[in-house]
């Protein structure tokens, strides 16, 4: 079962169980995902987008086809690195 939300809060009857939890960011030029066993850490995965530093800034356009290009990479790597299955997912948190 998955939850969109914008902040990590997993309920107290939920607590004692193994959660596994994907979060995903992608504000500005960084696309990020991370996995999360209950309140620990087992990957962290961030895309920077070299392409603006010739522009002197972010491009808008630019920024919003690179996290396209970048979310389904960042977040199967991050899920390799915690070395789960998205199916043993509890929960996913997306910001942007």
Request: hydrophobic share 45%; with cysteine.
């Amino acid at each position: 079962m998955f939850y969109l939300c914008l902040s990590i809060f997993i309920p107290k009857r939920v607590e004692r169980e193994i959660n596994y939890i994907l979060a995903i960011e992608s504000s500005c030029d960084d696309t990020s995902a991370a996995v999360l066993c209950n309140k620990k850490v087992l990957s962290n995965v961030v895309a920077t987008q070299k392409i603006h530093e010739e522009y002197g800034g972010v491009v808008p356009e630019l920024a919003s086809r690179a996290h396209q290009q970048n979310i389904v990479p960042v977040v199967h790597q991050a899920l390799a690195v915690a070395n789960i299955d998205k199916k043993q997912l509890s929960f996913a948190l997306i910001k942007k």
